[in-house]
């Protein structure tokens, strides 16, 4: 482990990205500081990252919420670095979308405003989505980069049902809203925009991104028609690769602005050949079923800006397919012998 490169926090710890990253920063000899979400009664085991090596000299654990956007200040006090990776998922759209919306930005703001009161941060990183850069009428477009935007007035007139609408548009106003505040305020600040996350995980949580992955082998997945066709072009990131990129923009003193991280672009088809082959005991579905899935294929991420600064990707889309299922054989999320209907 590293010499003591001074303090970063890290919002909403106990999930599936922050907490590989918390693993990254103390492997590299940050103290950190995360959040969670207050637990009255200690009934949350975080014991994943307790148990992390450091953890216990270099790991401080607050309670916070987006939802009190105050609670942050004792968190982010002493650090000269933010990664705000906390956010609402509702990709089932069980609340309102205003109201997913205005927390959101209402904790990202106070979250903001808590490095201001600070006077030691020196940068924040904020994690956002692809679904704040792909879903606007520009349907014929192949890939995307930073100049574009979700279309939330598209979004809401003309796909009210698409499935995790109310996602998108609350990741495009935060992050917009958070660009906005750091430049009328003076607070340097870049904004990381990852497709889909897959790999392994310590969390204890099956991840939102690796199920939705996993939809192929899942025949019991809530909602598998939508992230079948979800699948069709998608582009995906290894959790490795975008947690040591939130590190190296958190680092970089020419870093500005939006970052797209996404290291490949997958057909389904591509991804169930990678599934059939390397995991054969899993059912994956027949060519004929997969002619008979129909909808919108996204278009694909350029990462150029990215590079060009001089990241470089390690990993590919068998590895993020290989880390994710060895850890959900792992934890018991996977069973085998299922078989598609």
């Known amino acids: 482990m590293e010499s003591d490169k001074g303090s970063v926090c890290v919002t909403g710890g106990t999930g599936f990205i922050a907490s590989w990253m918390i693993k990254l920063l103390l492997e590299q000899g940050y103290t950190v500081h995360t959040t969670m979400r207050p637990d009255p009664e200690n009934k949350r085991d975080i014991s994943f990252l307790t148990s992390l090596p450091g953890a216990e000299e270099k790991l401080k654990i607050f309670r916070a919420d987006l939802s009190d ?8 006090e002493g650090c000269k670095g933010v990664i705000h990776a906390a956010t609402p998922v509702d990709f089932a759209d069980n609340e309102p979308e205003p109201v997913v919306t205005k927390r959101a930005i209402d904790g990202a703001l106070g979250i903001l405003k808590s490095c201001l009161k600070s006077k030691t941060v020196k940068k924040v990183v904020y994690t956002s989505s692809a679904s704040a850069v792909q879903y606007s009428k520009w349907q014929d477009v192949e890939t995307m980069d ?12 003309i796909e009210t049902k698409e499935f995790g609408s109310s996602y998108a548009i609350s990741k495009t106003l935060t992050e917009k809203a958070a660009l906005e505040f750091a430049a009328q305020n003076g607070l340097d600040l870049v904004t990381i925009v990852p497709s ?5 995980f310590i969390c204890p949580k099956f991840p939102g991104s690796v199920n939705s992955s996993l939809a192929p082998i899942l025949p019991g997945i809530q909602n598998q028609n939508e992230w079948m066709i979800f ?12 947690s040591r990129a939130h590190i190296f923009l958190l680092e970089n003193p020419s870093a500005q602005g939006r970052y797209i991280c996404s290291s490949h672009t ?16 899993f059912s994956t579905p027949t060519p004929e079923s997969l002619a008979n899935i129909k909808g919108r294929k996204l278009a694909g991420l350029s990462s150029k800006k990215l590079l060009d600064l001089g990241f470089k990707f390690k990993y590919g889309v068998e590895d993020m397919y290989d880390g994710a299922i060895k850890c959900c054989k792992e934890k018991g999320f996977l069973l085998l012998g299922s078989t598609n209907s």
């Open 69 to 76: 956007p105050n609670s942050f200040d004792a968190a982010i």
């Open 146 to 157: 930073e100049s574009f935007w979700t279309d939330t007035d598209f979004v809401r007139k």
């Open 196 to 200: 889909v996350v897959l790999g392994p």
């Open 231 to 242: 699948l069709l072009n998608v582009s995906m990131i290894h959790v490795d690769d975008l």
């Open 266 to 281: 997958v057909t389904l088809e591509r991804i169930v050949q990678i599934l059939a082959t390397k995991y054969p005991e």
